[in-house]
């Protein structure tokens, strides 16, 4: 009888034992206490003092301005819940309405922006060649750079600054590879780039919930951006921010879900496509 229990329990023991290993496989959420997503919505408040208001959307038909309209209304309902605190959820809300909004207008003046390019190549031209002239003399041994010919109607969309999770709102707002606000001849840049940088400013919001967000904050997040995607399926950025969260998800169920979007959005295709 004694022998008996005994083996009763050690066997006990031992399928307790081999349940164990199976149970603390599990990942563990690295960001479950919400330390690192309260700091960096400390940080947003800070800058929001840092922020230009955003500039009219003059000379556009008044379906377009009304856009403009809605992008600053988003904006500022964003800073509010900010600067207050808001739940998570709230916040997202608002992310998903800016970020909406920022897309629609920002490619509404980009195309107005273009259309004068191609109206005006003869303003393009000399603008680049009084850039180059008063450029600082190159060192020694540096090759100089031809200039880029100016845009024809056949010229492919320039492909938006790739977003980076955790890039400064000053940041956002400074755009290499152009010229000086004072010497740029298109009525239509500075505007394109105010809203560029909003654009920038939401989608960062999104980027540090889905990487770095408790994981059921996680989930609201791609919540959201999958309306958002399903809105704006083309719009390039949307690929680097899903890819990034893609690569650093630990969380299986997240993960594939995050897999279906970038499968959805066309990540990794043209990789594919050059390998074979």
């Not at 909004?101 to 004068?116: E, G, I, N, P």
């Not at 997040?221 to 969260?245: C, F, M, Q, S, Y």
Request: proline share 9%; with cysteine; glycine share 4%.
């Amino acid at each position: 009888m004694l022998l008996g229990a005994l083996a009763g329990a050690l066997a006990c023991e031992s399928r307790a034992g081999q349940a164990s290993p199976a149970a603390s496989a599990q990942p563990v959420d690295r960001y479950a206490d919400g330390s690192l997503l309260l700091a960096e919505r400390a940080r947003w408040k800070a800058l929001w003092p840092k922020i230009p208001p955003l500039p009219a959307c003059s000379g556009v038909e008044q379906q377009y301005v009304e856009l403009c309209t809605r992008v600053d209304t988003a904006r500022q309902q964003l800073q509010t819940l900010e600067l207050r605190d808001a739940p998570d959820e709230e916040l997202l809300d608002a992310v998903l309405e800016l970020s909406l909004a920022a897309v629609a207008a920002r490619d509404t003046l980009q195309a107005y922006s273009f259309k004068w390019l191609v109206g005006n190549p003869a303003a393009v031209a000399s603008a680049a060649a009084a850039a180059s002239a008063s450029a600082s003399p190159l060192p020694p041994g540096m090759i100089p750079v031809p200039p880029s010919p100016a845009p024809s109607a056949s010229a492919a969309r320039p492909k938006p600054k790739g977003l980076h999770v955790r890039e400064d709102v000053e940041a956002a707002h400074q755009h290499e590879g152009e010229l000086p606000l004072g010497e740029d001849p298109n009525p239509w840049a500075a505007t394109v780039r105010e809203y560029e940088a909003t654009l920038r400013l939401a989608l960062s919001r999104f980027a540090y919930y889905l990487e770095f967000a408790p994981l059921p904050v996680r989930h609201q997040a791609r919540a959201r951006v999958v309306k958002l995607i399903d809105a704006h399926p083309r719009t390039l950025e949307l690929r680097r921010l899903v890819n990034e969260a893609w690569i650093t998800e630990r969380d299986a169920a997240a993960r594939a879900a995050l897999a279906e979007l970038r499968a959805k959005l066309g990540v990794g295709t043209q990789e594919r496509r050059q390998e074979r």
